[in-house]
């Protein structure tokens, strides 16, 4: 694979050093990587959909959108490049409790993986994507995240994690460290069920404290109904920071 885990970890890394640390942009895709990819020259369709029931009710910074009932969503299209690359588009948006729509702007992003990861007891890639942010979702315009993704699947269980690198460019640049996980159990053919671990720890070079970082735990089920792929969530916040109340759901299809 021309992309390696470990170069793309020290690029990473390397941008990181030469930023500083503010806020994260609003959430609009709540989902933990797999590394499985559209096959070659096919292409895969995804609705990300996140409701936040009970969050934070102040903007994180002036001119932004608070979370509180706000429904979260992200039409994703990708394209299978080859069996270990894929391409893909993100248009996210917010609908506000007051019913008015706002554009969170536009992400592009490259997925190099582990062919065949579906097969694979253990598996890995790297998600990089980069996205232009609309000022009421984060006080940086353009920004860069790498997700190494690195997985074990085996007897009916797996698990995967996803140590996230956010970075944001400009003089309000930021880089948050935001590891997500998941743990799940196949309990019928194509059903399984598990949780999903969200965070962010605040600055990748000096955390936050604990009462200032975001940790959320979410129950899920993944099946597959009418040839769509469904991954559905409760999420509760395990600290004040975080939302505390969210209910996700992804559906997703190959064509």
């Known amino acids: 694979m021309p992309l390696s885990l470990p170069r793309a970890m020290t690029i990473g890394a390397t941008l990181a050093c030469c930023l500083t640390s503010v806020e994260a942009a609003a959430v609009d895709e709540i989902q933990v990587y797999n590394a499985e990819i559209a096959p070659?020259?096919?292409f895969s369709v995804a609705q990300h959909l996140n409701y936040v029931f009970q969050g934070s009710t102040a903007a994180d910074f002036p001119g932004g959108i608070a979370s509180n009932q706000t429904l979260n969503g992200t039409p994703e299209f990708a394209y299978g490049v080859t069996d270990w690359f894929e391409v893909g588009l993100y248009a996210p948006f917010t609908l506000t409790p007051e019913g008015t729509f706002y554009s969170q702007g536009a992400k592009l992003r490259a997925l190099a993986v582990s062919p065949n990861a579906a097969e694979r007891k253990f598996f890995y890639g790297m998600n990089v994507e980069l996205s232009y942010v609309t000022p009421a979702f984060s006080q940086s315009a353009v920004g860069l995240e790498f997700r190494p993704i690195l997985g074990v699947r085996d007897l009916g269980w797996?698990?995967?994690?996803?140590?996230i690198v956010d970075i944001g460019f400009g003089p309000n640049?930021?880089?948050q460290f935001a590891p997500a996980a998941r743990v799940a159990r196949q309990v019928w053919d194509e059903v399984w069920i598990g949780a999903e671990y969200y965070s962010n720890f605040g600055p990748f070079n000096s955390f936050d404290n604990?009462?200032?970082q975001q940790h959320s735990l979410f129950a899920v089920i993944d099946f597959v109904a009418f040839g769509v792929?469904?991954?559905f969530g409760i999420g509760f916040g395990l600290n004040d920071p975080a939302?505390?109340?969210v209910a996700k759901l992804i559906l997703s299809r190959t064509f």
């Open 158 to 163: 797996e698990a995967i994690i996803n140590p």
């Open 243 to 245: 939302d505390q109340l």
């Open 40 to 42: 070659v020259g096919r």
């Open 173 to 175: 640049g930021s880089v």
């Open 210 to 212: 604990a009462a200032q």
């Open 229 to 231: 792929d469904v991954n």
